[in-house]
């Protein structure tokens, strides 16, 4: 995930690190280091005294030695890691000291332009790209520093406050159970088909590995094989499931699994519901419904990171719709952009909590903003 975007915000801090250094204007090279040449001194003028015209002599005089040179004095050459900086270490990340330098919207008009285009083509949505795009002016211009470190290190953190600032500060999902009383009741919605079930799982299978007890609701009674499917899920992690027949009230069902938690000391419910579209009233009034009856603690939409600008539209029309606490994208693996992720957490204002990484049960990750960061610009995860 991130790769394309990656890739393209290298280039992009570069272009940024270019039009800042042109705008402060070059800093002047450092003079060639250059060998003089050995300089023989000049025979000294003979002394006034000298000077009367002696008679000449039949006897050839001894000839005398001339003056010894002097060494030549050589300028030691410089180290031989100076010698083999890269070019782009001179062009991007030199010091500009001493000046302060006032940027206008104009010099860095060209790689603001870049950076925009670059995160529309990363499905990165244009309200949060124009949000970048105003954090990243409001941060470099008409401010007047006096830059005592690198060009690139001034962009570098530009960027990461910008996409910082989009993203949130996340969700840390164990955390809020353990500052919470319990049971604590989650539910799950979102569209048809987007892993939402299997997510459930993983969640499930993600929380008994840190220590906390799971109860799983079957609330989806309507699809064909859904109950089977959770139950699967829930036998091969040991997690009890409160289930009612197919084509029974959700409500009902997850009713019941909070009273069994409840009653059985559990920590936290997890509550499968069927997925539906936002423009299914008959449905989206049946959520209601669920949400009156079980008083979810937390509702998490579940979508895919692959979908792009329509995950990010979805996610708004539900959270205006029924409401939403926190996000999961799933098939992250398979979106080598990453735009939506950056852009659902901005839009529906919900921190993403946990990013679906594959087909395991453990191929969940939850989602730390700063740390995505950082993978963004180069680092690590």
Same mark, same amino acid.
């Given at each position: 995930m991130f790769d394309s975007l990656k890739a393209k915000l290298k280039g992009i801090r570069n272009k940024f690190g270019s039009s800042i250094e042109e705008a402060a204007g070059s800093v002047p090279p450092?003079?060639?280091?250059?060998?003089?040449?050995? +300089?023989?001194?000049?025979? %000294? @003028?003979?002394? *006034?005294?000298?000077?009367?015209?002696? #008679?000449?002599?039949?006897?050839?005089? +001894?000839?005398?030695?001339? %003056? @010894?040179?002097? *060494?030549?004095?050589?300028?030691?050459? #410089?180290?031989?890691?100076e010698r083999d900086k890269p070019s782009f270490f001179n062009k991007f990340k030199v010091l500009v000291t001493e000046r302060e330098l006032l940027l206008k919207e104009k010099d860095i008009?060209?790689?603001?332009?870049?950076?925009?285009?670059?995160?529309?083509?990363?499905?990165?949505?244009?309200?949060?790209?124009?949000?970048?795009?105003?954090?990243?002016?409001?941060?470099?211009?008409?401010?007047?520093?006096?830059?005592?470190?690198?060009?690139?290190?001034?962009?570098?953190?530009?960027?990461?406050?910008?996409?910082c600032g989009v993203l949130g500060e996340g969700l840390d999902l164990c955390d809020y159970i353990r500052q919470h009383d319990r049971p604590v009741k989650i539910l799950f919605t979102g569209v048809n088909g987007t892993g939402k079930t299997t997510t459930v799982a993983k969640v499930g299978h993600y929380l008994t590995k840190n220590g906390f007890s799971v109860v799983i609701g079957a609330g989806d009674t309507y699809r064909a094989g859904a109950i089977e499917q959770i139950r699967t899920h829930a036998d091969r992690l040991g997690i009890k499931v409160i289930q009612h027949q197919q084509g029974a009230d959700p409500s009902a069902v997850l009713f019941d699994a909070v009273q069994y938690a409840k009653a059985h000391d559990i920590d936290v419910v997890l509550a499968d519901t069927a997925?539906?579209?936002?423009?299914?009233?008959?449905?989206?009034?049946q959520l209601e419904k669920i949400r009156r009856v079980m008083k979810?603690?937390?509702?998490?939409?579940?979508?895919?990171?692959?979908?792009?600008?329509?995950?990010?539209?979805?996610?708004?029309?539900?959270?205006?719709?029924?409401?939403?606490?926190?996000?999961?994208l799933t098939k992250a693996d398979m979106d080598p952009k990453g735009g939506a992720a950056i852009s659902v957490a901005h839009t529906v204002g919900k921190p993403i909590v946990f990013l679906g990484t594959g087909q395991g049960y453990d191929d969940i990750m939850p989602f730390a903003p700063r740390e995505v960061v950082e993978v963004l610009l180069g680092g690590e995860a």
């Open positions: 450092e003079p060639a280091v250059e060998q003089q040449a050995a +300089a023989v001194p000049a025979i %000294p @003028a003979p002394a *006034e005294s000298e000077s009367v015209q002696k #008679p000449l002599s039949t006897e050839k005089p +001894a000839p005398s030695p001339l %003056p @010894a040179a002097k *060494e030549a004095k050589i300028a030691p050459a #410089p180290p031989r890691e008009a060209e790689p603001l332009f870049e950076l925009e285009m670059v995160l529309l083509e990363n499905d990165v949505a244009l309200p949060v790209t124009d949000e970048i795009i105003s954090r990243m002016k409001e941060e470099l211009v008409g401010k007047h520093r006096k830059i005592g470190s690198s060009v690139d290190d001034l962009v570098l953190a530009t960027l990461r406050s910008a996409l997925g539906r579209f936002h423009n299914r009233a008959n449905l989206m009034n979810p603690d937390l509702v998490i939409y579940v979508d895919e990171a692959v979908a792009g600008n329509d995950a990010v539209i979805r996610a708004d029309e539900f959270n205006k719709t029924v409401g939403t606490d926190a996000v999961v």
